[in-house]
């Protein structure tokens, strides 16, 4: 939805998102729509007369799908499922589709979980098979005069407090393991998804893990230790990326897994210099790891893809490299070694 607030070009924008998003959940885009309003509309949030123009146009392209940018209420969604006689989902419903599906640990998982029960809780209607479709089907009644709606909330209040208790306790243990890695210095790779991460990753460590042209390829932190040239131990963390429009409660529930980016003692900030809108996913970025806590001297630049451009990259605020040609990763290991060395003097000074 075009907005009167929003600059030229950002809904577009958001929309070619979207629409990644979309293929990396594994669903084909058959179409694209852009409506201009002054407000969302409070029951249909396109109005009725734009529902009805969507539900002609996926008749028309057999979708069987309705994804839309902006997060709906429960309301909104049972009322254009009526109109347009289709499943209708938001982009936040979308992104916990793909990390439901890119979660592996114990610890991703139940965060998945939970953010999903957070993101369902305020979206039950009065049609209580809704939940049992959602959830998998739950048959406990309340006592008497409890409504089936109100049954279905506090069931998932209770699991949602069960899941936060659990969540705890796996925090608890990674953080007695990541007390053990403290022998080695912990540099994490964070920054906007897709950005390359995961390239970078497997070249400085030698790993082979997931590297895919799609969002949200990695979910699950992973860790690999190795040595810089000097011989220096350090221990690499692969992280989740960030994302525009990124939903409150999905910050929330992942808050353990960025904290271990905040306790690093260097953040490789990744950026995809050749894609179009590289200012944005850097800003993004930038507010994501303020948000969690790592303070700017913590961070340094790394501008990836350079290969992608046609003349490379001469810059000033940050280390130009490609992970895939491997072009300047000499440079980023000089520049790690002389920064770890001038921690180390100033720590020795302090004892």
């Known amino acids: 939805m075009s907005l009167p607030d929003q600059p030229p070009g950002v809904v577009e924008e958001h929309l070619d998102e979207l629409a990644e998003l979309t293929r990396s959940a594994g669903v084909e885009v058959v179409a694209r729509a852009v409506q201009s309003r002054k407000a969302p509309h409070p029951r249909t949030f396109i109005g009725s007369g734009k529902?009805?123009?969507?539900?002609?146009?996926?008749?028309?392209?057999?979708?069987?799908?309705?994804?839309?940018?902006?997060?709906?209420?429960?309301?909104?969604?049972?009322?254009?499922?009526?109109?347009?006689?289709?499943?209708?989902?938001?982009?936040?419903?979308?992104?916990?589709?793909?990390?439901q599906q890119r979660a592996e640990s114990r610890e991703a998982r139940t965060q998945v979980e939970l953010a999903r029960l957070q993101y369902l809780l305020p979206r039950l209607t009065r049609r209580w098979t809704h939940l049992s479709r959602q959830v998998g089907g739950i048959g406990v009644r309340g006592g008497e005069g409890e409504t089936q709606?109100?049954?279905?909330?506090?069931?998932?209040?209770?699991?949602?407090?069960?899941?936060?208790?659990?969540?705890k306790k796996i925090?608890?243990?990674?953080?007695?393991?990541?007390?053990?890695?403290?022998?080695?210095?912990?540099?994490?790779l964070?920054?906007?998804?897709?950005?390359?991460?995961?390239?970078?990753?497997?070249?400085?460590?030698?790993?082979?893990?997931?590297?895919?042209?799609?969002?949200?390829?990695?979910?699950?932190?992973?860790?690999?230790?190795?040595?810089?040239?000097?011989?220096?131990?350090?221990?690499?963390?692969?992280?989740?990326?960030?994302?525009?429009?990124?939903?409150?409660?999905?910050?929330?529930?992942?808050?353990?897994?960025?904290?271990?980016?905040?306790?690093?003692?260097?953040?490789?900030?990744?950026?995809?210099?050749?894609?179009?809108?590289?200012?944005?996913?850097?800003?993004?970025?930038?507010?994501?790891?303020?948000?969690?806590?790592?303070?700017?001297?913590?961070?340094?630049?790394?501008?990836?893809?350079?290969?992608?451009?046609?003349d490379g990259l001469p810059t000033s605020d940050g280390l130009p490299l490609s992970a895939v040609t491997g072009a300047g990763l000499d440079a980023l290991d000089e520049a790690l070694k002389e920064r770890f060395s001038r921690t180390g003097d100033a720590q020795r000074a302090a004892g």
């Open 51 to 99: 529902a009805e123009e969507l539900a002609a146009a996926a008749s028309t392209a057999k979708a069987d799908l309705l994804i839309f940018d902006d997060d709906l209420s429960g309301g909104q969604v049972s009322k254009l499922e009526d109109i347009v006689d289709c499943q209708v989902l938001d982009r936040s419903g979308l992104i916990l589709e793909i990390f």
């Open 149 to 167: 709606l109100e049954a279905d909330r506090r069931i998932l209040r209770r699991q949602i407090s069960q899941l936060e208790r659990e969540l």
């Open 171 to 188: 925090e608890k243990t990674r953080k007695v393991q990541s007390r053990r890695r403290r022998q080695a210095t912990v540099i994490a």
């Open 190 to 310: 964070a920054g906007y998804t897709n950005a390359g991460k995961s390239t970078l990753f497997n070249r400085l460590t030698k790993a082979k893990v997931l590297a895919e042209d799609r969002l949200f390829a990695t979910l699950d932190a992973r860790l690999r230790r190795t040595v810089l040239s000097d011989g220096s131990p350090v221990v690499y963390a692969d992280t989740v990326g960030f994302i525009r429009k990124l939903p409150h409660h999905l910050v929330a529930s992942f808050r353990s897994t960025l904290a271990g980016i905040r306790e690093a003692d260097l953040v490789l900030h990744v950026v995809d210099r050749s894609h179009p809108q590289w200012r944005e996913h850097l800003e993004v970025g930038r507010e994501v790891l303020a948000d969690i806590g790592v303070d700017d001297g913590q961070i340094l630049v790394v501008y990836n893809k350079i290969d992608a451009l046609p």
